[in-house]
């Protein structure tokens, strides 16, 4: 169900105070005219029911923001499943208003393509889908955005107001970054116990790594309360895990009712280059991620999706540094080509990656006092296998002389097994995969 956004305004007040001094008598009136804009917020999406008034000041910063991430659209296209797409000429997107980005110039050259970018298949993939019609729901009307603009996803007052503060609006939480303080040197940055919870495989944290690819199956995963989420992606990682200087580039779907509104599972990015403190977003909602496709917008839902012992649906990302430019750039499929994050937002990225990881996330807040039942994956655990469990496939990555190659030696780690887990293995087809995922809570996960 939708977020209802209710403007009621107050009716003015009149307040006076009579006050005596000594034999006089003052008859003072303070007269307040008080005009206050309340907005109540309701959220009835998954049984999580919020109230609050916010104040017109709050309402006029948020517009403020909305303002200078929304850029003004040639042409706008509705979704079925509700978003709004503008297409923005692609030199008014927000990426270029980041200060470190005032005097860069959106990469024309095409970047140097990693070579061996070739997968095998089984089942369908989203490449199958893209060239038979619809992958993002936006797509269904036919609208396409023209050439020269970038479909980006209009963000409302509703998305802010699920948000603890406008200043969190489209950031990971800050238990990410206080997490990592507490990081093992040679284990990937998690830590059970923050309220976020994976099912990950992980690359050795010696090497120099210059890219990660994988296919992922696409589920939509249940979600038990607004502000958790599930997610499933790849994480390209340099820096300190137990300062605040690592440098982090993400991309994968996730299902976030908080981030979105609903329970889609969407294409989402993300970038950091101080621990997930100040810098960085998910998708467009900051500057920094240059977009230079016009057919996809990252932060739409994905459509179709895998469901149980049916068909499965998967998609490819490539993360890969080109070494022509050095700017950290996005493909789909095999050769669509999304995006990059420039290399000037970052300070060890700019050289290269000591990890990659591969996997599922979720939030675990036990408001109820229990475990989530937030899914991860397709709410299956990893033995269940092939159109029931959830997938990565295909694990590559890119190594100094831009070559792709399969993943052979690989860690996994689940911090809680009874709830969420991982298996991984090889084969011709699929390369290095792993199945993942669970229901959360259950007799054996209270």
Known sequence: MGILLL?????????????????????????????????????????????????????????????????????????????????????????????????????????????????????????????????????????????????????????????????????????????LSRRRIDAPDVVSGNGHEHAIAYTGSSQEVYGAKATINVWDPSIQVVNEFSLSQIWILSGSFDGSDLNSIEAGWQVSPELYGDSRPRLFTYWTSDSYQATGCYNLLCSGFVQTNSRIAIGASISPISSLDSNQYDITILIWKDPKVGNWWMSFGDSTLVGYWPAELFTHLAQHATMVEWGGEVVNTRVTGQHTSTQMGSGHFAEDGFGKASYFRNLEIVDTDNSLSSVHEISTLAENTNCYDIKSSYSNDWGTYFYYGGPGNNPQCP
């Open 7 to 179: 403007r009621k305004i107050r009716s003015c007040h009149y307040y006076h105070r009579r006050h005596r001094h000594r034999h006089h008598h003052h008859l003072i009136f303070f007269v307040f005219l008080i005009l206050h804009t309340a907005v109540k917020v309701k959220s009835s999406t998954l049984n999580y029911t919020i109230y609050r008034e916010v104040s017109s000041l709050r309402l006029e910063r948020i517009q403020r923001h909305l303002d200078k991430i929304n850029k003004p659209p040639i042409l706008t296209i509705q979704s079925p499943d509700g978003d709004i797409i503008d297409c923005v000429h692609k030199r008014k997107q927000p990426a270029l208003d980041h200060p470190l980005l005032k005097n860069h110039k959106i990469q024309k050259v095409a970047p140097k393509v990693p070579k061996g970018m070739n997968v095998k298949k089984r089942g369908t993939t989203m490449e199958d889908v893209v060239s038979g019609g619809a992958w993002q729901m936006w797509h269904q009307n036919g609208t396409r955005c023209p050439k020269g603009t970038v479909p980006i996803r209009r963000s409302t007052v509703h998305d802010v107001l699920r948000a603890k503060s406008l200043y969190e609006f489209g950031k990971k939480k800050r238990s990410m970054a206080m997490s």
